[in-house]
């Protein structure tokens, strides 16, 4: 019955998607590796603004944790690359029934994309110097949890360990 209900969202995908035309931005990277592995739930998409107001977004899929693809979001994050935003959209594995695999599989692939474009950004001419998370649903544990090491890039909250060494512990 799953398969039947993901074989249906992806139609109905393939159909409404073009119904809808992308936002007009300087440049679009597909397809990126983020983990040398050459696996296709490893790729990343980069819009880049014409106009870059320094803020990357990295958009997190929705799905229930077994649908989804990065593709799907491509008007959406061409909107906000519209306006000046840096995008990421990444692939991550999805729940199948024939593999085991687990949600923290999932968040340590997020994390993964994230780190591969902060650790690549001048590579990939990024400009960004804050990073937004943004996802279509929010009860996603991805988000919850990747939020706390883009915090940490933010500089909104330092590691207990810097915070010791700046007052002499």
């Known amino acids: 019955k799953i398969d039947n209900f993901i074989k249906a969202m992806r139609d109905g995908d393939i159909h409404f998607s073009s119904l809808y035309k992308e936002y007009e931005v300087k440049e679009v990277k ?5 983990i040398d592995d050459n ?9 880049i603004p014409e106009e870059n107001n320094k803020v990357i977004i990295f958009n997190i899929h929705g799905g229930g ?7 799907q979001s491509n008007v959406f994050c ?14 991550y594995t999805l729940m199948d029934k024939d593999k085991e695999m687990s949600i923290e599989t999932q ?13 690549n950004k001048e590579k990939l001419s990024l400009k ?7 996802n279509d649903r929010l009860k996603n544990i991805d988000f919850v ?13 330092k590691d207990n360990k810097s915070s010791n060494k700046k007052k002499g512990k």
Not at 39 to 47: K, M, S
Request: glycine fraction near 4%; charge should be negative; charged fraction near 20%.
């Open 145 to 157: 949890v990747t939020a706390e090491c883009i915090v940490k890039y933010n500089g909104i909250i």
């Open 78 to 91: 061409s909107y906000f690359a519209n306006r000046g935003f840096e995008v990421v959209s990444m692939n």
């Open 39 to 47: 696996d296709f739930n490893h790729r990343l998409d980069i819009f």
């Open 65 to 71: 944790y077994c649908y989804g693809y990065k593709e």
């Open 107 to 119: 968040i340590t692939e997020v994390i993964s994309s994230i780190y591969f474009v902060i650790k």
């Open 128 to 134: 960004f110097e804050k990073i937004v998370l943004l």
């Open 30 to 34: 597909r397809d990126i590796q983020y």
